[in-house]
């Protein structure tokens, strides 16, 4: 078993355990009173109905049932506590205080030790030359509607195998959606997936790009691409763009998308991998999946991985706002000032009300996964999801698919929804990923490479084709430290460009998902 905190009401268990099994407790040996899976909780103080439960030394919920040492805890008897950026809980009547905030931290990343300079390190990446700093090498189709999509995807099948002729091109990916029609224009959700497009588009990991679209839909590439000034970092140009109505219909729109990109292909090609500093890397955090050993075992690891780089003055990044829920206090109190706190506090308050307006609330999550492998509760959910995060000072919060321009760590507003988040981190430039799971994801994430850190050695042996890092060596021993510092060994090396688990697979084209949150007309 394994107890946080000494605050803790319940400590984790690290294997299947049988009902009648002794398990030590500060209190004295406690017998099982039913049979524990792996990374469930079992009670090892008595508490009465309405009282609250503490893991990671917060609160997770509060009673429905009594609770007796040696009982699972778990949605039987565990309820979800109401939470808002207030930091807190209520459930009846009763306010319970989820923790005392540490005093907020001033100043931007780091910790005291040697300079990042004294201690930089290096990976191999393409400088561009807006200064931003690639980690793969991407010709890209950008379909501007789904009414597009089948023909992006029929002109990416003509070069499956460019990197024959083209060996500093990664490949040649189709961006599609089922969206860019049927919005309000001018809306939130026009704006929005223009907003990602652009970002997509000045991404470091896309050499060039051309953008298809159908004719008459609302997502109109002209008006993009001169709104937002996009163009080519290979060529300097303005982007091709293909309108399958002008060009005459869809064969005629294929061989005219096709004759584009083999003229990019050759500007994408003179790019080079040259020695940067490690502050060249943003950093994107995210998990799914998620089980009762994530905030034991990989999201510390992973938090540590972030400090670390922080440290040497790159950029590390958390989202997924339904799911800090309860913990949001904690990051409030890292913040180097006022502003940033009052921003994230708006963001979760935004929330609360975009919920009740489609009527659920923040305690909708966990997932039926997530119920499985242990969590039971939002708040549990959200204390072990910002491990991820580390423990240096937050200096910015940007919006969903806004660009990260602070370094240190940044916080990006986005939903909980794996595809949906990522896409928004990605347009907001990151360049890497590092993805954390318990139950098992596969998540993939071209342009930009995903690494899966799996939370228990079960898993990673199980699927060992898409795990990239066991971190269920912590349960064995190893320190969040040790395994975050190999974290950021693979990092480097996949940003030098070692092919991830993901990549190996081909995966990551159908992960990308704008968000869209408005009326479909």
């Known amino acids: 078993m394994i107890k946080l905190h000494p605050r803790d009401d319940v400590v984790i268990a690290k294997e299947p355990l049988a009902r009648g099994t002794v ?51 778990h949605v039987h008897n565990l309820r979800a506590v109401g939470v808002g950026a207030a930091g807190g809980g209520e459930m009846g009547g009763r306010r319970f205080p ?82 860019g029609c049927g919005h309000v224009a001018g809306g939130d959700d026009h704006d929005t997936l223009e907003r990602v497009f652009a970002g997509y588009a000045h991404h470091p990991n896309i050499a060039a790009y051309i953008v298809i679209g159908l004719g008459c839909e609302v997502a109109q590439a002209g008006p993009m691409v001169e709104r937002h000034r996009l163009s080519l970092l290979a060529t300097n140009r303005a982007p091709p763009i293909i309108g399958i109505q002008y060009e005459g219909g869809t064969r005629k729109a294929i061989e005219a998308a096709v004759a584009a990109v083999s003229r990019l292909l050759p500007f994408a090609n003179e790019a080079r991998r040259t020695k940067r500093p490690a502050s060249d890397l943003i950093l994107a955090t995210n998990c799914g999946g998620s089980d009762g050993y994530s905030g034991i075992t990989a999201n510390p690891a992973l938090g540590a991985a972030v400090d670390e780089l922080v440290r040497l003055g790159g950029t590390g990044v958390l989202a997924e706002t339904p799911e800090i829920f309860g913990a949001e206090h904690l990051l409030m109190a890292r913040a180097t000032n006022d502003a940033v706190a009052r921003k994230l506090a708006e963001r979760v308050d935004w929330w609360r009300t975009y919920l009740a307006a489609h009527g659920a609330d923040v305690t909708s999550n966990p997932s039926p996964g997530n119920l499985a492998g242990g969590i039971t509760t939002i708040a549990e959910k959200s204390l072990g999801g910002i491990a991820k995060a580390g423990t240096t000072a937050l200096t910015d919060v940007v919006g969903y698919a806004e660009p990260i321009t602070a370094k240190g760590f940044v916080y990006m507003d986005t939903p909980g929804y794996d595809p949906v988040s990522v896409t928004g981190l990605v347009a907001g430039g990151a360049n890497l990923v590092c993805f954390t799971t318990g139950r098992g994801s596969v998540f993939g994430c071209k342009p930009v490479p995903s690494l899966k850190l799996a939370s228990n050695s079960a898993l990673y042996r199980r699927m060992e084709d898409d795990m990239d890092i066991d971190c269920g060596v912590i ?40 968000w869209m949150r408005g009326p479909t007309l």
Do not use: W
């Open 475 to 514: 349960l064995d021993g190893a320190s969040p430290q040790d395994v975050g510092e190999r974290i950021l060994d693979e990092v480097l090396a996949v940003a030098s460009g070692k092919p991830t688990k993901s990549e190996q697979l081909g995966l990551g084209e159908a992960e990308f998902a704008p």
């Open 23 to 73: 398990i030590e407790t500060d209190d004295g040996p406690v017998p099982l009173a039913h049979t524990i899976g792996a990374g469930h909780k079992v009670a090892i103080r008595a508490r009465a109905i309405g009282e609250p439960v503490h893991r990671y030394g917060q609160v997770i919920g509060v009673c429905t049932a009594r609770i007796e040492p040696g009982e699972h805890v």
């Open 98 to 179: 989820l923790a005392a905030p540490p005093e907020r931290q001033r100043g931007g990343a780091g910790s005291s030790g040697p300079s990042a300079a004294e201690a930089m390190r290096y990976f191999e990446g393409y400088l561009r030359a807006d200064g931003r700093v690639g980690t793969r090498n991407y010709v890209a189709v950008f379909s501007t509607v789904n009414c597009s999509a089948s023909v992006s995807h029929l002109m990416r099948d003509r070069f499956r195998d460019v990197a024959r002729d083209y060996p500093n091109v990664d490949g040649v990916i189709a961006l599609t959606h089922k969206g």
